[in-house]
């Protein structure tokens, strides 16, 4: 089973700096929620550079392929 969690909020006007704060404070849930309550082998993230997020995953080498893909259909 797959999880992939999407928040658009494209359809609010954030104010100056609000969107990258919002960004910030999702990934602090998410990742504290994967620390609370993970169990498998460690897992690899990373924080696109393109678009706000993060992708998590326990092969590291699937992290570019995740990302272009899931950036892709962000555009």
């Known amino acids: 089973m797959t999880s992939r ?7 609010l ?4 700096g609000m969107e990258e704060k919002m960004a910030k404070t999702i990934q602090h849930a998410v990742l504290t929620s994967i620390a609370e309550t993970y169990t498998q082998p460690e897992i690899a993230l990373r924080f696109p550079k393109e678009w706000l997020g993060l992708v998590a995953h326990i092969d590291q080498h ?6 272009k893909q899931i950036g892709g259909m962000m555009r």
């Open 5 to 11: 969690f999407v928040v658009d909020l494209s359809g």
């Open 13 to 16: 006007k954030l104010a100056k």
């Open 62 to 67: 699937q992290l570019p392929a995740l990302d």
